[in-house]
């Protein structure tokens, strides 16, 4: 079965300090991975997505994550954070089985704070 | 436009009742969605519905019912509802299905007295 772990609950940084947010995976055939954004209150936004083309992936509002398929590792990062960033982070990987294909498998997602 | 809506954005009622949350997107995408998002953020799919085809999660109880006058709406109808059905519902659409790349709405806080 496919899965996706997020190495820590919270991050906390202070603004204009690179963001790293961690995810390992879970998967037997090569995965489609995705970074969504839950800002408080809010719906999801992908932030990006990799679906095995390049293994550096840039998203929206200048995060981007690299696939390490040696470290099965999916981690999100950002040079700067802003106070906007703060946020809650789902690391995902899209089913690739059957009648479930598609859907999506949620991490348990990562808290960032972003202190001024 | 809002891409993916959903009403109504809060719903509180008492256990026993019956109630209805609706779904809409405008993005001409083939594929919609149910998430429940528990007290502690976890997401995990309820259902998915394509050209009529309904895949449902074994564990989503069958008070769960998801009702699609068309390709653009997407309801939950939720019967005998119970404490535990206390959570945010996501309403989220994609192109077609098997598309891991999913358009969200806003959430229905739902809370169960």
């Known amino acids: 079965a496919q899965s996706v772990t997020q190495l820590d609950s919270h991050v906390s940084v202070s603004e204009g300090t690179p963001v790293l947010l961690r995810c390992n995976y879970s998967?037997?055939?090569?995965?489609?991975l995705f970074w969504y954004v839950q800002h408080p209150n809010k719906g999801l936004q992908l932030l990006l997505k990799y679906t095995s083309a390049a293994t550096l992936v840039k998203g929206i509002n200048g995060f981007e994550a690299e696939f390490k398929k040696s470290e099965t590792s999916f981690h999100l990062t950002k040079p700067s954070a802003h106070m906007s960033d703060a946020a809650e982070y789902f690391c995902?990987?899209?089913?690739?089985?059957?009648?479930?294909?598609?859907?999506?498998?949620f991490g348990k997602g990562t808290k960032l704070s972003v202190k001024p | 436009d809002t891409a993916v809506s959903q009403t109504p954005k809060y719903l509180v009622t008492q256990m026993g009742n019956d109630k209805s949350i609706k779904c809409e997107q405008n993005l001409g995408h083939d594929t919609m969605y149910w998430y429940k998002q528990d007290s502690k953020k976890f997401l995990k799919i309820m259902f998915s519905?394509?050209?009529?085809?309904?895949?449902i999660n074994e564990t989503v109880p069958n008070r769960f019912s998801p009702k699609s006058p068309d390709k653009a709406h997407l309801n939950l109808h939720i019967n005998s509802l119970e404490l535990g059905d206390s959570a945010v519902y996501f309403c989220?659409?994609?192109?077609?299905?098997?598309?891991?790349?999913?358009?969200f709405g806003p959430g229905t806080r739902l809370t169960v007295t």
């Open positions: 995902v990987v899209s089913s690739n089985y059957g009648g479930s294909q598609g859907n999506l498998i």
């Open positions: 998967s037997s055939y090569s995965p489609s």
């Open positions: 989220a659409s994609s192109r077609r299905r098997g598309d891991g790349e999913q358009y």
């Open positions: 519905y394509n050209n009529k085809e309904l895949i």
